[in-house]
Each structure stands twice: as C-alpha cells, then as structure tokens.
C-alpha cells in the first residue's frame, strides 16, 4: 500500500489524480516530498500533443520539470544532500531516455538526479524557489553549452577587457529572466527585448538596454544599442523570435550564433483532447512554412541556428557548473534571484490542471505554481 499520489495524464490528454507506488531511488538519485510544482509550457504541450511530439512517452505519464519540496530518502551514491534537506530540482520523467513517471513532478513525492538539484536557501519557500528548474537550465543550455552559444560559464573567474554582448528576445519571460541574470553573472553586456512593463525589472537585473519587443523598428534598435560592441550571440525565446534573432546576428559585429529556445508557431490555442493532433496539423504545416525560409536565410547569410533541449545540460560539465558550483551559492547569497515570481494558481495536484490552463492563456513575467 501507498499514501502517494500522482497525477496521471492517460492516452488523449485526460488527467486524473490515482495512486502511485513510492518511488525507490537508484544510486544518484534523491527521494523529494513534493511541497510545491511549476508549470511549463512544455506540460500542456505535451499533455495536448504529446503523442505527435513525445511519441515515446509511455502512458500513463507523470509531466511536470519543477520540483521543491524535502528529501526523504537517498541513493547509495548520494553525496551533497541528507535526508531532510530542503531542494529545488529539475525532474525529468519525461525525457526520452528516462521515460518514467517516477520521476516526474507532479505527483506527491518524485526522484529527481542529485547533479539536478539545489539547496533551498534558509527562509525561501517551495512556492518561490520552484519558478527555477526548468527555466534556469534551458537559459543555461542555450547560452553555455558548445552547441549553443558556447558563452563563458557565470562560475568561470574574471572577465576581463571588452565586455561582448548578448541578446537577450524574449527577456520577460520565465526563460529570459533566467538567462539574463546568467549572462550577466558571466560578465556579459546585456541587451534585452521585452514589454515596456517589464523593462524596469530586466534593467535591475543587470541589462544594459530593453528595448520594447513589438515595436515595428526593433531589429534596428537592437542593431544600433550594439554599435561598437562584439556580439556573442542571441538567446531567441517566444514564437517569432528566431527570425529577429537571424536578423540581428546577420547585422552586428561578431558571432553569427543564434540559440532557438522556441517554435516559429504557438500552440496555445490548441486545446487537448482525442482530436488534439489533427488539430494540430495547420499549426504545424505553417510552422514548417515558416521555420524553413528562417533556417535558409540563416544558411545565407552564415549565420549557425541551433535549437534547445532545455534539459542537455544534465548531459554535459554546464550541469554541474549551474546545478552546483553557482546556483545555491549566489541564490543564497542574492546574487541570483529566484525569477518569475511565482502565481501561486492552487493547492493539490487536483488543481494542476486548471493551472496548466492559466499558463496555457498566458501570463506575463509571472511563474504559475501549484502548492501542495
Ligand atoms: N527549448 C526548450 O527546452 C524550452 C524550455 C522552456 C521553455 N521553452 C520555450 O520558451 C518560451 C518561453 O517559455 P517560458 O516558460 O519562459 O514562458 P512564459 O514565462 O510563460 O512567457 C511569458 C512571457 O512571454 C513573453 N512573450 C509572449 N510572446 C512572446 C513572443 N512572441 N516573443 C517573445 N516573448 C514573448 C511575454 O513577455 P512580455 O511580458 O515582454 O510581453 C511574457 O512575459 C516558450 O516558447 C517555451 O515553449 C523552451
């Protein structure tokens, strides 16, 4: 018998809360009693074209990246957390190569990889410090790993001389927010694009310039805030963004890199259900129209696009050089900031899925996150 729970996504996007067996962690792994989640577009993604775009994922599936909560039990070869340690972590149940509802995140206690986690700092809630994983690690992929942007690490000593420059598309969103603070604790000049809203917050974080991400003449705004600096490269996040960000790298001075965190097509108006992926087709046929064009502009013009696996890190030395050589010192000694604040949407795993629809609609430099 178990008093664990989990919320299960079955064939056809329906979610339902069940039972679930408690988890046993193998060698690396951590047991979490889960006090709080976050939602990602990814989850409602996947929940409502999973079986086009995860074809592997087994069903029934746990989804859910953001985890906080105490450890309860260690693996053999565990050794930077105790039993009773409080944790933020990235789970990847979901991961092609994991493929294992035990360690995703929504559901009552999950095993999270002891390389993906972080001490909670004193005083900090789960409901906080939960905004981080997923979102952290994907601004860390695209702008640290070689594939990517192959930036200097934040825990690399010293920049010294000329400051390069990174352009940040996107900037107000749970990703960019995260990324900005990366590339600054790296030493690098930030340029930013977002909604004149969040421009104030992006500026504290340490960006040189925001510019506004819909005005009509924004490419040659960034292109001008760049003039007399070196590009290392653009970070491209929301729908649209990659194609600005080919513009951009074609016209500055410097590394013709761009990293593509999102699809050229969104897929919010996409609601689950049996009739999700034929519904999905024009979607992805326009995206196809779109992405490609992009691509081949890019090619011309020598400019490298490379996409983002959010969680690649756990896969190379950024994992480590984030999950534990940076991030629980700076977050503890507020050098880094746990970003977007959270929106706390209910408690339960019963409330996830109307949380999942909050996110799906949209929210603006604002994390969603269910209590538990
Ligand atoms: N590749 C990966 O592994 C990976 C992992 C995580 C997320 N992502 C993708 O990254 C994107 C951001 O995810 P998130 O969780 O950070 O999102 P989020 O926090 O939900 O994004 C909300 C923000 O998006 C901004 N925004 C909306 N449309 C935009 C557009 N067309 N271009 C630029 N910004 C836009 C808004 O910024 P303003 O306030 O400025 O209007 C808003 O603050 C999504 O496309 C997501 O699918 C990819």
Redesign the pocket.
């Known amino acids: 018998m178990t008093d664990d729970t989990a919320l299960w996504l079955d064939r056809g996007g329906d979610l339902r809360v069940g039972p679930a067996a408690t988890p046993v962690p193998e060698a690396h792994q951590i047991l979490v009693r889960t006090e709080a989640v976050a939602i990602?577009?990814?989850d409602w993604?996947v929940q409502t074209i999973g079986s086009l775009i995860y074809a592997w994922l087994s069903r029934p599936a746990v989804l859910g990246e953001d985890v906080a909560g105490e450890v309860v039990a260690v693996g053999s070869g565990v050794t930077r957390f105790r039993v009773g340690d409080r944790v933020l972590g990235l789970a990847v149940g979901t991961e092609k190569d994991r493929n294992r509802p035990e360690e995703g995140a929504f559901r009552s206690s999950t095993l999270l990889s002891e390389d993906l986690a972080a001490p909670i700092p004193e005083g900090m809630a789960a409901a906080d410090a939960v905004v981080l994983p997923?979102?952290l690690s994907?601004a860390a992929?695209g702008l640290f790993e070689q594939g990517q942007l192959g930036l200097r690490l934040p825990t690399t000593a010293d920049a010294a001389g000329e400051r390069e420059s990174v352009v940040i598309?996107?900037?107000?969103?749970?990703?960019?927010l995260n990324a900005v603070q990366l590339a600054v604790a790296a030493g690098y000049d930030v340029v930013a694009?977002?909604?004149p809203?969040?421009a104030a917050l992006l500026l504290e974080l340490g960006a040189r310039e925001v510019l506004d991400?819909r005005d009509a003449a924004v490419v040659d705004r960034v292109v001008a805030a760049l003039a007399g600096r070196r590009l290392a490269g653009v970070l491209a996040?929301?729908?649209?963004?990659t194609a600005r960000g080919v513009e951009i790298a074609t016209r500055a001075d410097g590394a013709k890199r761009v990293a593509s965190?999102?699809?050229a097509v969104?897929f919010e108006r996409i609601r689950p259900g049996r009739t999700a992926v034929p519904r999905a087709l024009p979607s992805m046929l326009r995206m196809a129209g779109v992405e490609v064009p992009v691509r081949m502009r890019a090619r011309r013009a020598g400019v490298r696009v490379s996409?983002?696996?959010?969680?690649a890190l756990r896969h190379s030395a950024v994992g480590p050089a984030i999950w534990r050589d940076f991030l629980p010192a700076a977050l503890a000694e507020g050098r880094y900031r746990a970003l977007?604040e959270p929106l706390v949407a209910g408690t339960g795993l019963e409330a996830v899925p109307d949380a999942l629809e909050l996110?799906r609609r949209?929210?603006?430099?604002?994390?969603v996150v269910v209590t538990l």
Not at 237 to 241: A, R
């Open positions: 990602n577009p990814v993604i997923l979102t994907t992929t598309w996107g900037a107000a969103t749970a990703v960019g694009t977002a909604s809203t969040n991400r996040i929301g729908t649209g963004s965190a999102s699809t969104s996409t983002v696996w959010g969680s977007p996110q949209g929210v603006s430099a604002r994390k």
